[in-house]
């Protein structure tokens, strides 16, 4: 998988290389754009596609390009509030979120508690595959 990366945020970016290894996870032909954020580009962005006046976490967006799954976008505010909330560290909290939203892309959903399940436990088994 390639996975095109955007930065919308003026800090400091380390998860590159952990980019790399969660896209090699997918061993599919398929590109994505990644798109990092604040909670304030996150809360217009929810807003203007979604009509959620609030941040979150994650956005994803498919498309229906043949070979393009779409854009996933990424709130770098929550990662580092989420990793201390959840207590693991930011690198893990970025691949949790970089995995559900790839996932997403891949027609995963959690709206059901069957489909929750599965979501669940295929993230949890491609989190192992990265950290052990």
């Known amino acids: 998988m390639k996975i095109n990366l955007f930065l919308e945020v003026k800090e ?3 998860f590159e290389d952990l980019i790399k290894k969660i896209a090699k996870l997918f061993k599919d032909k398929m590109s ?4 990092i954020v604040n909670d304030k580009q996150m809360r217009d962005i929810n807003f203007q596609y979604r009509d959620l006046d609030k941040t979150t976490d994650v956005l994803s ?13 990424i709130s770098l505010d929550k ?3 989420q ?10 909290e970025f691949a949790r979120l970089l995995i559900h939203g790839i996932l997403h892309l891949m027609g995963y959903d959690h709206i059901k508690d069957e489909d929750h ?3 669940v436990k295929k993230e949890e088994e491609l989190l192992k595959k990265l950290f052990g």
């Open 79 to 81: 990662v580092k509030l």
């Open 32 to 35: 994505l754009s990644l798109i």
């Open 12 to 14: 400091e970016f380390e």
């Open 83 to 92: 990793a201390v909330e959840y207590e693991h560290s930011e690198m893990e």
């Open 61 to 73: 967006f498919p498309d229906t390009e043949e070979d393009y799954l779409g854009d996933i976008f």
């Open 117 to 119: 399940e599965v979501m």
